[in-house]
């Protein structure tokens, strides 16, 4: 059974940074490409960022890109997304989502190309 548990979420002022975090079980985490998802009230889904399963290679929504950094660890079975120079536009729920195992290239943000999803965390930017 996998399971993605997401954590770090919270209230911060404009300007400030959270850091999320993302703990998976039940699959082979460093073969699984991972991402980051958000929702923002009586919105759709939309990917934020993509990580392969190396780390190596990455890939950033143009609304986060330079504020936001995804990374992993595959000894920890743990992804993060770093959050800096947050805006109030960033309010939403972060929910992390794994691929298929083994699809460890090309980068993807649809919601369709994930498997696995956590049950998200809220961050609110407040102005």
């Known amino acids: 059974q996998v399971r993605l548990v997401e954590s770090g979420g919270g209230l911060v002022q404009a300007g400030g940074s959270l850091r999320l975090s993302c703990t998976a079980s039940?699959?082979?985490?460093?073969?699984?490409?991972m991402g980051w998802f958000r929702q923002a009230p009586g919105k759709e889904r939309e990917g934020v960022s993509w990580?392969?399963?190396?780390?190596?290679?990455?890939y950033y929504a143009d609304s986060v890109k330079g504020r936001f950094t995804i990374s992993r660890d595959n000894a920890k079975n743990t992804l993060y997304l770093q959050m800096n120079s947050l805006k109030p536009e960033d309010t939403a729920i972060y929910y992390c989502?794994?691929?298929?195992?083994?699809?460890?290239?090309?980068?993807?943000?649809?919601?369709?190309?994930?498997?696995?999803w956590g049950q998200g965390t809220q961050v609110t930017v407040s102005s």
């Open positions: 989502a794994a691929r298929t195992s083994l699809l460890c290239s090309g980068s993807s943000t649809r919601t369709q190309d994930y498997k696995y």
């Open positions: 039940g699959l082979t985490f460093g073969v699984t490409a």
């Open positions: 990580i392969s399963c190396s780390g190596g290679s990455t």
